[in-house]
């Protein structure tokens, strides 16, 4: 009987043995990153691509990701599928997105021993999804948030062990398995400059084609759309109505709308074609008076030469044909006053630029410098009166939709 009792409480040590290792490891807390979403309406489009590239960048680590929709709510959903407390997170990241295309970033980390600061300062930064084509605003604003969180937290620093299980499920993920693109990680060694270490460092992060600060690394989305050639309206082609004049050395001055379409070609050439109508302002002569009208079309090449996600600045090559109608309006009834048609040609170049207004307005304005090689002429008694003749100098101002 002893000896039954003593094998069976060898047994249950070997058991106790083996089994305490397993359970304290089962019993290791994974950090929590809670993620808050503060809006005043509903939740962005970009919100839960955003939690995924996040999820899928930190679960590599180690790291859970709590998400709560708004900072008064109380139920949060971790990444692993269990739940967690608002109080027991180890960092939080608020989202402020009072504007869809500004959201705000604000990462802290609470203090590991009570009266400490070391780790409960707060980062901010804001980062402009402006300039980045909707399918980026997610990657975009998970790239930034990773990259603060590393920068300012030392548990989001992966570990040599988690690349190398990052490189393996690139290489071969699961069957049914749903992958996201991770960000790229600037180099460890480079030195964050002595301001970003300051508490409540604050940093602007625009997505499009502006440098970013020393030790700053840019978003993905910056390659995809803001930094590419062209990226100045960030759409392939543009719809645009303009208030247009043309002033012409041989006296005749018109002005008129115009309606215009623009398709990029290539990166850094948009190919435009525009239609239009022109009043030609009332000249007075010898005889009486002439006036007219005219509709041009035509056609424009623009070469890109600086662009930027907020502004760019092309070259111009135009050609347009005038099909103007002059009307003579005589002094008296002993002079004959006639009507008549006139086909001409005029071509032009010189600058165009571009403002956005919102991510898919645009403000366009346009000075060039030309000449007619056929020109159309109205007369008074054998003298040119209006005539499309000499320099001549097109101005134009207008709205343009990306499409």
Not at 76 to 97: F, K, T, Y
Not at 126 to 139: F, I, K, R, T, Y
Not at 143 to 172: C, F, I, Q, T, Y
Not at 205 to 234: D, K, M, N
Request: net charge positive; hydrophobic share 45%.
């Amino acid at each position: 009987m002893r000896r039954a009792l003593r094998r069976a409480f060898v047994a249950a040590l070997l058991l106790v043995a083996l089994a305490a290792p397993r359970l304290g490891h089962a019993t290791d807390a994974r950090p929590v990153v809670r993620v808050v979403l503060v809006t005043s309406g509903d939740s962005p489009t970009w919100f839960d691509g955003f939690v995924k590239h996040l999820e899928r960048e930190l679960g590599l680590r180690g790291i859970e990701v709590a998400v709560v929709r708004s900072e008064r709510d109380s139920g949060i959903r971790r990444s692993g599928g269990g739940s967690a407390s608002p109080v027991g997170a180890d960092a939080e990241l608020v989202i402020d997105a009072p504007s869809a295309l500004r959201p705000t970033l604000r990462f802290s980390v609470p203090p590991r021993d009570e009266g400490s600061t070391s780790e409960g300062a707060g980062r901010v930064r804001q980062v402009n999804l402006a300039g980045v084509p909707a399918d980026g605003w997610s990657l975009a604003l998970a790239v930034a948030a990773d990259e603060l969180m590393r920068s300012n937290w030392p548990r989001a620093v992966p570990s040599e062990a988690a690349r190398a299980a990052a490189g393996e499920a690139k290489a071969s993920p699961g069957a049914g398995e749903e992958t996201f693109p991770t960000a790229s990680k600037p180099p460890e060694q480079a030195p964050r400059p002595a301001a970003a270490q300051a508490s409540g460092e604050t940093a602007i992060i625009s997505a499009g084609s502006a440098p970013f600060g020393e030790g700053e690394t840019s978003a993905a989305a910056g390659e995809q759309g803001a930094r590419s050639p062209g990226a100045g309206s960030g759409f392939r082609s543009t719809l645009g109505a303009a208030a247009a004049g043309e002033v012409f050395a041989g006296g005749q001055t018109q002005v008129g709308p115009d309606v215009r379409w623009a398709i990029r070609a290539v990166p850094r050439l948009e190919v435009e074609i525009r239609g239009g109508w022109r009043r030609i302002v009332r000249r007075d002569t010898t005889n009486g008076a002439v006036a007219g009208s005219a509709f041009v079309a035509g056609g424009a090449l623009k070469l890109l030469v600086l662009g930027g996600a907020r502004a760019n600045l092309s070259f111009v090559g135009r050609a347009d044909l005038l099909r103007a109608a002059y009307s003579g309006e005589a002094r008296n009834g002993t002079i004959d006053a006639t009507s008549g048609n006139a086909l001409g040609f005029v071509v032009a170049a010189g600058p165009c630029g571009r403002l956005a207004l919102t991510r898919s307005l645009g403000l366009d304005a346009e000075v060039l410098a030309g000449a007619s090689p056929m020109a159309i002429t109205a007369t008074d008694a054998g003298n040119a009166v209006l005539s499309t003749n000499g320099a001549a100098v097109l101005a134009s101002l207008g709205l343009s939709l990306g499409l």
